[in-house]
């Protein structure tokens, strides 16, 4: 019998990943004033807590709808470029899920829409030392493994696990893209900040996206 | 960190409600964070909108009114303002001509000015342009980052571009002033100290006693490379040649000169550099048109100073010379 997922799941997902950016809140901010303008910490707990405000209001009817007031609230709270960024990931992750249920295949088609959306929006590409440099190799991880006839919860692991390396190799990288590229040489050996966050919501992904047994 | 503040999270709507009670001939809508000229929208004229992130007083909001920009959006401290601001403010000043977005170079600034001109293309038939500001000469490969930033041309051109708008001419025209201004424009800017974000309570980056950071952005984020504290004379050599080796300012019409404070330097220091700046001009056969001396796009209080250069032809002095009537710039009326 295949396992789903449903509202509990994703919601549980989006509160996983906002606890981890309120608690990961300084680190970014930290991360974030070595290369960049010292604000992605604060920006995003700012939007991840309406977000949660906005969930706490009741929940959508299914998952497009979530994802969707999820995308939309990020985009109208954040700001920065984190805002559109993270906003288009949900919204365009919201579109490729659709409404019914999420089986294995539904959780990587969506995620590989929003990480597409990223890509689109913000023009990047890997190695830029950005948010993709996590969530590319997720993605990959993802779609590996389930093709490799792994269970959901093993392959979101695996994805979780490519995300934290990737993130972790933004750390020799030049940046090449947002305000950490005006640093030119001087962004080498500082962890992205955007693929330190990016990298909590594959963790969050991990812990949460988890079927219910029986 | 010592600031004359309540609370971090409450400094921007705190400020845009001072605005409000300084200037009753602004409209400040303080929950969207939009600033509009008391008259918006001017029916037949072409609406001005720029924005961006706080902490850059007097830009974005104090340059709205008569002779300028028609609505202003603050976004949090060094933060871009979202979509649904700029939709707000668009939607605000539309008075049947079209509207120009006025963007500086920042990737976030760019990607929320993009989604909100895609919300207004399908939500209504407004009419909107865009300019994105990028006169920064301290970004070097710019194919290889964001691209050069915006800096002190956005003050100088949301001025030209206004007064074109004032005059009455169609989007075109007034788009074509502000990409002209853009252009021909070139900055060069530099750091004494850090600033500190409210909300992040301790300075963004060390900056050593005897140390400068050259070729620094609007945010707080570092720049080319760190020098020894230098004499006036040098750091005017510092930022005009990088600014003069980028493009031919000799001949024509000379240029506007604009010498910006970053927040923390006091006037006699400004002036004092714009003698500088002129001595540096002087000697490499530039010409000095007009000029703009003050702090009018900072960085919180970071301490230091931006250089901004503009190749200047007969129509662009009678747009720069024409009345504005602003919080922050105001002549002729």
């Known amino acids: 019998m295949a396992q789903e997922l449903g509202i509990p799941e994703f919601e549980g997902w989006i509160r996983a990943f906002a606890a981890a950016v309120a608690e990961h809140r300084d680190e970014l901010t930290t991360l974030d004033s070595a290369i960049g303008d010292a604000d992605h910490g604060t920006n995003m707990d700012r939007g991840m807590a309406a977000v949660v405000a906005a969930l706490d209001g009741g929940p959508p009817a299914d998952g497009a709808a979530l994802f969707k007031l999820v995308g939309a609230t990020l985009v109208s709270k954040v700001g920065g470029a984190s805002g559109p960024l993270y906003g288009t990931f949900f919204l365009r992750l919201a579109g490729a899920g659709g409404s019914g249920p999420w089986d294995a295949g539904t959780v990587a088609k969506a995620l590989r829409a929003g990480v597409e959306g990223v890509v689109a929006r913000g023009k990047a590409e890997p190695g830029d030392k950005t948010m993709l440099d996590a969530l590319l190799p997720a993605c990959d991880a993802l779609e590996a493994a389930l093709a490799a006839g792994q269970p959901l919860a093993d392959a979101l692991g695996a994805a979780a696990t490519a995300a934290v390396e990737g993130r972790d190799a933004t750390k020799p990288l030049q940046a090449r893209k947002g305000r950490a590229s005006y640093l030119g040489e001087r962004s080498i050996g500082h962890v992205d900040p955007g693929a330190t966050s990016a990298a909590l919501l594959v963790e969050a992904a991990a812990t949460a996206l988890v079927p219910a047994q029986g | ?333």
């Open chain 2, 1 to 333: 960190m010592k600031k004359l503040i309540n609370a971090a999270a409450e400094v921007v709507p705190e400020a845009l409600r001072g605005m409000a009670a300084a200037h009753p001939e602004l409209r400040v809508d303080v929950d969207n964070r939009v600033v509009v000229r008391g008259d918006a929208p001017v029916r037949g004229k072409v609406g001005l909108v720029s924005g961006g992130g706080s902490g850059h007083e007097p830009m974005h909001a104090g340059f709205v009114g008569p002779g300028m920009l028609d609505a202003a959006c603050a976004g949090e401290v060094f933060t871009s303002p979202v979509p649904d601001q700029v939709v707000a403010a668009t939607t605000a000043v539309d008075g049947g001509a079209g509207v120009l977005h006025i963007v500086k170079n920042y990737t976030g600034d760019v990607m929320n000015f993009e989604m909100a001109a895609e919300l207004v293309a399908a939500e209504s038939g407004t009419e909107v342009n865009a300019v994105v500001v990028d006169d920064d000469v301290a970004v070097q490969d710019s194919l290889y980052t964001a691209g050069r930033r915006g800096v002190g041309a956005t003050v100088l051109l949301e001025k030209m571009a206004g007064a074109a708008a004032e005059q009455g001419r169609p989007l075109a025209g007034v788009t074509e002033v502000a990409r002209t201004v853009n252009a021909r424009a070139r900055s060069m800017g530099l750091a004494l100290t850090s600033c500190t974000v409210p909300a992040a309570g301790k300075p963004t980056f060390d900056l050593p006693e005897n140390e400068m950071e050259v070729g620094i952005g609007i945010h707080g984020e570092p720049g080319r490379r760190r020098v020894p504290v230098a004499p006036a004379r040098e750091i005017a050599e510092m930022l005009v040649e990088p600014v003069l080796g980028d493009l031919d300012f000799t001949g024509g019409d000379g240029v506007l000169a604009f010498v910006n404070g970053m927040g923390g330097t006091p006037l006699i220091e400004l002036y004092l550099m714009y003698a500088e700046v002129v001595g540096v001009l002087e000697k490499a056969g530039v010409t000095v048109a007009r000029s703009l001396v003050g702090s009018y796009m900072t960085s919180l209080e970071m301490a230091g100073c931006s250089v901004t250069l503009v190749r200047m032809d007969d129509d662009l002095l009678r747009l720069w010379d024409a009345p504005v009537r602003t919080p922050a710039l105001r002549w002729g009326v």
